[in-house]
């Protein structure tokens, strides 16, 4: 199986799609092509939302500004999966939470973390365009991997076993690569009188995003954001439509909504802006 | 085969195919993912239009402005179909459509419809988010339903035959679910003089499909639309670029259209407006 | 394997898919349907951009601003892969670019570019409507035209074999179809003072992809556009952000670009316009 992600709308990733089923006999699936334009964090972020759910598999994920540029490409192991893309962070936050050891996410250290991934620089000479790196590397780079890794997948992690992508004369390990990680949140497990994060996305229906955990609502009925007070529900159809509330998103993290509107325009926040929650008795 | 529906935009679909893939094997087809945003009623229109055109499939759709609440997850067998979704009334059209027998289309009455549906309520417990079902609990109940028909199939319709669906802990049959029904345009075979239906839904084309049935057309070169007179097409291009018509679309119902530009809004019509088809010698 | 594209956005094409799995059990992928609406000219760029990095397939491609008139079903055949669509030159470039003699591209004559291609007419008589040929018409005929290869594919070129697809009762070989070109640019290895052509397509990014041949730019640091003096890069990112730069894009073609911005504003073309490229000593 290959999934395939970018920034491209259309129809350029029908080109991906062809270069990679000339290669191989892979299932493809799409994920997303319609992430922000050339904004990696975002993308980052929601890789990290879908991609663990799936099985094993390559996932080929491209949000790539730097595309033409000495910027590498990478092959990122993560447990039985391998990650395809370009060496800017885009892959590493997905990579850490499959492989179960996002610092962010469990608290683990960055340095387990990144013990944890296996990174293979992988060296594509003369692709056909400088601007379609998409097309031209990294769609030949995932089948390459898919067909290395359809035989007995990848070792097991003792070292000394033989790595059919390390076998392939264009991966080679490397540990010098690109880290992106999103804000760790105030790690109080409960408010504490506050806890102050940031907005990391707005999704489609306009819900934000934040990068506060969710277990920071457990047992309340109403919180403060940035100074005012809102019902926290479980349920957006809990309100009244058009009735702002807080809730925990299917990611896990506090979530400014509205039942059948927007979040966002409600709560007046964007990507990036300070959210603090605190107390209802507070102010 | 398993075909995914939503109004989720995008990635949220992505997390629901790596649950089905992380669960079965199944061919996974998009059927879209950008019907309007909690729109029970326009994706349940679409939905009607397109899956009765597939063949014995699990159709997994959810449009679900109650996600988290205690409204319901159905099963319905539909034929040899199954559909999976909320209990909104979402999948009762389309259920009714593969079943041959549509109340508001074939003119059979509303108990016999019903009595051809096989409706289970799906019982999925602590799902792991209370604000995505779609990817904690439909996308599951998707999967297990396919796997459960993999083998023999639904059974025959005579009573004492093992269900394989029904064997699943999840799965009880229920007879208490939500309805829905477009509006029964005037039955008659021809215009005698009015018939009065209303807008469906508009295409991405501009297209307002009505509800009223197409034959009201049959032989005739003009129809008057809410009291102005209009020339009566077989195809868009009958017409010259920009000049309004009135045909009949793909789904047999009338159609008000303009060669290459938006019907509804040559005609001033959107969704759920009155149109009134008169004979051309009335006013 | 069976693509499919379009101008029908959603969720029409569903329909398309499930009668082409009603009657094989042909891999579908999608190549996109958003292409701009009833525009064949544009669809047909694209699809000449990507479509020949499939292996050998059925490419269904239908935009169709005649559905429903008179114009002919086609499948053509180009080298091992069959395009099926309407007959007004939507498929004719990229049979000329698969079958690998593009006049405008290679630089081969029409004569010779028209007798590698074979044209079939596909009659079907009676379609459930008058208005969605993708799903009566197109869909039905890329099945047949699947089935009919799945076994010994085309034939060679040499007459007297058998010839699965003109083997089928709706298939008729004809010479009688819409040609389709795009215009040629000033042929000039070198600029030689001046070459000048046009905005073929803006992409999503806000490319200005034009018709000159990318090799102009072979060995240039600068370039004038229209007059005025701009950069030649290799890579979108040699240049600033919100910086215009001049480019051979992914299909080889001059293009004209910002970094993380969009080069149509800035080169302030659009579609159709001229684009003169000038040495950039001159004035």
Redesign the interface.
């Known amino acids: ?1 290959i ?1 395939l ?1 970018s920034d ?5 990733p ?2 991906m ?3 990679v ?2 290669r191989c006999d892979a299932r ?5 092509h ?2 922000p ?2 904004d990696v964090r975002t993308a980052a972020f ?1 890789l990290r ?7 094993p598999a390559v996932h080929c994920a491209v949000i790539d ?5 000495d910027r590498a490409a990478l092959v990122v192991r993560a447990g039985e999966t391998a990650l395809v893309g370009p060496d800017n962070g885009l892959l590493v936050p997905t990579a850490r939470a499959i492989a179960g050891s996002d610092g962010g996410e469990s608290g683990g250290s960055a340095e387990s973390a990144t013990d944890d991934l296996r990174v293979y620089e992988w060296r594509a000479d003369d692709p ?5 790196h998409g ?2 590397v990294f769609a030949p780079a995932a089948a390459a991997v898919h067909e290395a890794l359809a035989g007995a997948g990848w070792p097991a992690a003792a070292e000394g076993e033989a790595d059919p992508v390390a076998a392939l004369d264009r991966a080679a390990r490397t540990d010098d690569w690109t880290d992106l990680r999103f804000p760790a949140p105030d790690s109080a497990s409960d408010l504490d009188g506050a806890a102050t994060g940031e907005v990391l996305v707005v ?3 306009g819900n934000a995003i934040t990068d506060l955990p969710g277990d920071l609502l457990a047992g309340r009925e109403r919180v403060r954001v940035n100074g005012d007070p809102y019902p926290v529900a ?5 309100l009244p439509a058009g009735e702002p509330l807080v ?4 990611h ?1 993290n506090v ?1 400014l909504a509205v039942n ?1 509107g927007r979040g966002e325009a409600a709560f007046g926040v964007g990507v990036g802006d300070p959210v603090r929650l605190s107390e209802p008795s507070s102010d």
Do not use: N
């Not at 491209?8 to 350029?12: D, E, I, L, V, W």
């Not at 493809?28 to 997303?32: H, P, Y």
């Not at 939302?49 to 099985?55: H, Q, R, Y």
């Not at 500004?65 to 540029?69: D, L, Y």
């Open positions: 199986m999934t992600a491209f709308g259309s129809p350029y029908a080109a799609k062809g270069v089923l000339s493809l699936v799409d994920v997303a319609d992430f334009r050339q929601w939302e879908v991609l663990p759910w799936f099985p500004p730097g595309v033409g540029t056909a365009s400088s601007t379609f097309r031209d999704d489609g229906f479980r349920a957006y159809a809990e809730t925990v998103g299917s896990g979530e059948r």
